[in-house]
């Protein structure tokens, strides 16, 4: 069972930063894609990609986040560099893997809570 674990959320103030960390129990060489998901709670909310990064690098951002967010990789470790966040950035943060065997996995999710 490959294991997805995220850390570094937390409570920031509008205008701030955060780095997120997600650690996949897999090489880099057996994942297609990982992505970040934030998820706001409520009823009929749903994820949405933040950001995802594939095996060839390339990046792709959600449309909420513009270019407030970047996400990049060392080797298997994926972060999400957040910055002048916002209220509306309040949400769970959820590491996403694709593995080339086409298994997905989640972690459990950090939350990020933007407020003054």
């Known amino acids: 069972q490959v294991q997805v674990v995220e850390s570094g959320g937390g409570l920031v103030q509008p205008g701030g930063s955060l780095r997120l960390s997600c650690t996949a129990s897999?090489?880099?060489?057996?994942?297609?894609?990982m992505a970040w998901y934030r998820q706001v709670p409520g009823p009929g909310q749903r994820r949405k990609v933040a950001?995802?990064?594939?095996?060839?690098?390339n990046t792709e951002y959600g449309d909420s986040v513009d270019d407030r967010f970047t996400i990049a990789r060392d080797n298997a470790e994926v972060y999400l560099q957040m910055n002048n966040l916002k209220p509306e950035d309040t949400a769970v943060y959820l590491c996403?893997?694709?593995?080339?065997?086409?298994?997905?996995?989640w972690g459990q999710g950090t939350q990020v809570t933007v407020s003054s």
């Open positions: 996403y893997v694709l593995a080339s065997n086409y298994s997905n996995y």
């Open positions: 897999i090489s880099w060489a057996n994942i297609l894609v």
């Open positions: 950001a995802r990064i594939d095996h060839g690098g």
